[in-house]
T-cell receptor
Framework: DVKVTQSSRYLVKRTGEKVFLECVQD?????MFWYRQDPGLGLRLIYF???????EKGDIPEGYSVSREKKERFSLILESASTNQTSMYLC??????????????FGPGTRLTVT | AQRVTQPEKLLSVFKGAPVELKCNYS??????LFWYVQYSRQRLQLLLR??SRESIKGFTADLNKGETSFHLKKPFAQEEDSAMYYC??????????FGKGNQVVVIP
């Protein structure tokens, strides 16, 4: 059973703080993703990684960066948190094998509030 | 560019009534589509994929390339179907484009 874990369920940070969100998967998946989920906007891709140390920007990368030093771990970094980054953040992973594209496994989410 | 449209934000149905969630897509390549579901206080999970042509929890979805649609249907809604549903499309490098989601409320 695929397990994707996220370091925190709830997080409250102040404007300007540097914020780290951690995600770990235990299925040896090549691909990992960070989304933010907002009511009425659905899921929007922030960043994507298809291999260790590899990353690609998603639809809304501004204000975020990522790190993938190990295959199982994908970190999202908010360099200087702002109130408009208050959101639910979802991490996901998927296999890189042909035929399994699109089958993403999600973490429980981190609800981040920036005050 | 790829795009997934789910026109209705909120859908309320009575228990036992049919439910249909609409999904339309725009994509230049060969489409691969999915429905994901998120129950209250649970993580987002895959419900079904068009390639499998299977029925999961009584739900089915047929890919109609002519109408560029992948509507989700269930003939008799149950209370446990209350959830948020997302239609999603695979595009370049294993990414998913999600629709904005449908909140389904099944009224007992």
């Amino acid at each position: 059973d695929v397990k994707v874990t996220q370091s925190s369920r709830y997080l409250v940070k102040r404007t300007g703080e540097k914020v780290f969100l951690e995600c770990v998967q235990d299925m040896d998946h090549e691909n990992m993703f960070w989304y933010r989920q907002d009511p009425g906007l659905g899921l929007r891709l922030i960043y994507f990684s298809y291999d260790v140390k590899m990353k690609e920007k998603g639809d809304i990368p501004e204000g975020y960066s990522v790190s993938r030093e190990k295959k199982e771990r994908f970190s999202l970094i908010l360099e200087s948190a702002s109130t408009n980054q208050t959101s639910m953040y979802l991490c996901a992973s998927s296999s890189g094998l042909a035929g399994l594209q699109g089958e993403q496994y999600f973490g429980p989410g981190t609800r981040l509030t920036v005050t | 560019a790829q795009r997934v449209t789910q026109p209705e934000k909120l859908l309320s149905v009575f228990k036992g009534a049919p439910v249909e969630l609409k999904c339309n897509y725009s994509y230049s390549g060969s489409p691969e589509l999915f429905w994901y579901v998120q129950y209250s206080r649970q993580r987002l999970q895959l419900l079904l994929r068009h390639i499998s042509r299977e029925s999961i929890k009584g739900f089915t979805a047929d890919l109609n390339k002519g109408e560029t649609s992948f509507h989700l249907k269930k003939p008799f809604a149950q209370e446990e179907d209350s959830a948020m549903y997302y239609c999603a499309l695979v595009y370049g490098n294993n990414r998913l484009a999600f629709g904005k989601g449908n909140q389904v409320v099944v009224i007992p």
